[in-house]
Each structure stands twice: as structure tokens, then as C-alpha cells.
């Protein structure tokens, strides 16, 4: 999910819509649909969801 919000942050900043970028750069090496795509860019917006993601890297990290 982090590639995918670093690939759409950096393309989406060049004026390309976000079917575009998803057409170009994100399904060739995810191979993920539209509907996949924008509920990913969606959940990042969410202050909420970044917290979930946070307290779960954090929990697997005490098994590293």
C-alpha cells in the first residue's frame, strides 16, 4: 500500500488523472482494479485508517 501511495504521489503531482496513473504505472506492477485503486488512495486520506496501519506495523514489529 505504501508503493502504491508513493507512486500516486509522485505522478499525481504531474497533472495526470488517476486513471491514468493507475493505467501506466500501478496495474503493470500490481495488477490491482480501479475500484482496488481508489479505495486504497482513499483509506491514506483517512487519519483514522493511518492509525490502524500504524498500531499494526508496530505489534509485528515485536516479533522481528
Avoid at 501511495?5 to 496495474?27: A, P, V
Wanted: charged letters at 30%; aromatic letters at 10%.
Amino acid at each position: 500500500m505504501e508503493e502504491i501511495m508513493r507512486i500516486y504521489d509522485e505522478h499525481s503531482r504531474s497533472g495526470l488523472s488517476n486513471r491514468e496513473i493507475l493505467r501506466r504505472y500501478i496495474w503493470p506492477k500490481f495488477h490491482i482494479c480501479e475500484k482496488t485503486f481508489y479505495n486504497i488512495v482513499n483509506a491514506s486520506a483517512s487519519p483514522r485508517v493511518l492509525t490502524g496501519l500504524e498500531e499494526a506495523k508496530r505489534q509485528l514489529s515485536l516479533f522481528d
